[in-house]
T-cell receptor, first 113, second 114 residues
Framework: AQKVTQAQTEISVVEKEDVTLDCVYE???????LFWYKQPPSGELVFLIR??????QNEISGRYSWNFQKSTSSFNFTITASQVVDSAVYFC??????????FGAGTRLTVKP | NAGVTQTPKFRVLKTGQSMTLLCAQD?????MYWYRQDPGMGLRLIHY???????AKGEVPDGYNVSRLKKQNFLLGLESAAPSQTSVYFC?????????????FGPGTRLLVL
């Protein structure tokens, strides 16, 4: 069965701190896709990144970076120099062939000024 | 482009009442999905559609029905609402049949069943 675990329910940091959101997944498939979504207080879900299982290169987009490690089945998300606008619930998700998208329970990030 | 839109944004129902949630997308996407979001549980798939005129069950389909009469619209129906259906409902769409396709979400509908 496919499963995504986001063990951190809530994280609170002060502005300009770096923060890492953990995501651990389970699947027996060799081909799969991993996603991160952001849900700001306004409630919508915003797509951040997609990664396929054959590409373990880390990705950086501005202050955001993602570390994909198949050896530990993890797809962690780091925000550098966090800002108040980063406050949101972040979801990690897994998609495999023939199965529904599986979401983690989410991590609520609060960035205090 | 408006992307994915949902109607209504918020609704209060009494137990046993029925209602329909409307999802519309203007991206010409083939796939559409309905999820519910409950505290501490992430999003769970209710039903989905791989094209006009087709629907399929997801992880939590009981108590819901769907229809996809037009490619751009995906309707979610509650025939007899129950308090357990109090949730936030999200519609999503994706481009095609490839497993890698990103799903794009609507703004959500908050439903309270009393």
């Amino acid at each position: 069965a496919q499963k995504v675990t986001q063990a951190q329910t809530e994280i609170s940091v002060v502005e300009k701190e770096d923060v890492t959101l953990d995501c651990v997944y389970e699947t027996r498939d060799t081909t799969y896709y991993l996603f991160w979504y952001k849900q700001p207080p306004s409630g919508e879900l915003v797509f951040l990144i997609r990664r396929n299982s054959f590409d373990e290169q880390n990705e950086i987009s501005g202050r955001y970076s993602w570390n994909f490690q198949k050896s530990t089945s993890s797809f962690n998300f780091t925000i550098t120099a966090s800002q108040v606008v980063d406050s949101a619930v972040y979801f990690c998700a897994l998609k495999t062939l023939g199965d529904d998208m599986r979401f983690g329970a989410g991590t609520r990030l609060t960035v205090k000024p | 482009n408006a992307g994915v839109t949902q109607t209504p944004k918020f609704r209060v129902l009494k137990t046993g009442q029925s209602m329909t949630l409307l999802c519309a997308q203007d991206m010409n996407h083939e796939y559409m999905y309905w999820y519910r979001q409950d505290p501490g549980m992430g999003l769970r798939l209710i039903h989905y559609s791989v094209g006009e005129g087709t629907t399929a069950k997801g992880e939590v389909p009981d108590g819901y029905n769907v229809s996809r009469l037009k490619k751009q619209n995906f309707l979610l129906g509650l025939e007899s609402a129950a308090p357990s259906q109090t949730s936030v409902y999200f519609c999503a769409s994706s481009l095609g049949t490839s497993n890698q396709e990103t799903q794009y979400f609507g703004p959500g509908t908050r439903l309270l069943v009393l």
